[in-house]
């Protein structure tokens, strides 16, 4: 499967953004998903995962609240909607995606996503 995020951008603090991530080649309902994230300097972060379903998903404390992932299966995208974005949002965004028999499970390490989107910068400013 191949990934494409899109809708990054530039935006005040206080901000929303909605990132896309399509997927081709493949039909996404197979694919637990995920987002994480990357700041200058900073290791690759968890941010969001969702299941094969749609019915369970889980985000990160640093999120939870301000950040919704969602997925649309017959349009093969998963979002990630942004809500009060802050500074220190601020980084690369990428989106995940692994093959799973489980329609509930979800995944929060990177390892165990095998295939991986581009990455499309947010920049929040104060």
């Known amino acids: 499967v191949q990934l494409q995020a899109s809708g990054g951008g530039l935006v005040q603090a206080g901000g929303s953004l909605r990132l896309s991530c399509a997927a081709s080649g493949r039909t996404l309902s197979s694919y637990v998903m995920g987002w994480f994230r990357q700041a200058p300097g900073k290791e690759r972060e968890f941010v969001a995962t969702?299941?094969?379903?749609?019915?369970?998903?889980y985000s990160a404390d640093s999120v939870k609240g301000r950040f919704t992932i969602s997925r649309d299966n017959a349009k093969n995208i998963v979002y990630l909607q942004m809500n009060s974005l802050k500074p220190e949002d601020t980084a690369v965004y990428y989106c995940a995606a692994d093959i799973i028999t489980s329609i509930l499970a979800i995944r929060t390490t990177a390892q165990n996503y095998a295939y991986w989107g581009q990455g499309t910068q947010v920049t929040v400013s104060s």
């Open positions: 969702i299941s094969r379903s749609g019915g369970n998903s």
